[in-house]
């Protein structure tokens, strides 16, 4: 009974660990999708800057956000990998 409550807190952690993940990468998302709105806006609009530097801006942006991603997802994997090695450790 004692270790079947030790596995739950342990997954109970994790659990919480992944949510916090995911919240923290939800709201860079959300920031992402607000500077995309906002340079879609500024070339629709009566901008003075050139589309040149404009296209280069995006790209700049979508090149860091790419680097982000990966890096976000990269943290989601291992996380969920030490949980897995942990359950496999248990259960031998």
């Given amino acids: 009974m004692l270790s079947r409550l030790q596995e739950l807190r342990k997954e109970e952690e994790t659990l919480l660990r992944v949510k916090a993940a995911l919240h923290d990468q939800l709201r860079r ?35 860091q956000m790419d680097n982000e991603a990966a890096i976000n997802q990269t943290e989601l994997h291992l996380s969920l990998q030490d949980h897995e090695e942990e359950e496999e450790e248990e259960s031998d």
Avoid: F, H, P, Y
């Avoid at 992402?32 to 530097?53: K, P, Y």
């Fill in 29 to 63: 998302l959300r920031v992402e999708e607000l500077a995309l709105q906002s340079m879609i806006r500024s070339r629709e609009g009566n901008d003075t800057v050139s589309s040149a530097t404009a296209a280069e801006e995006t790209r700049k942006t979508l090149g």
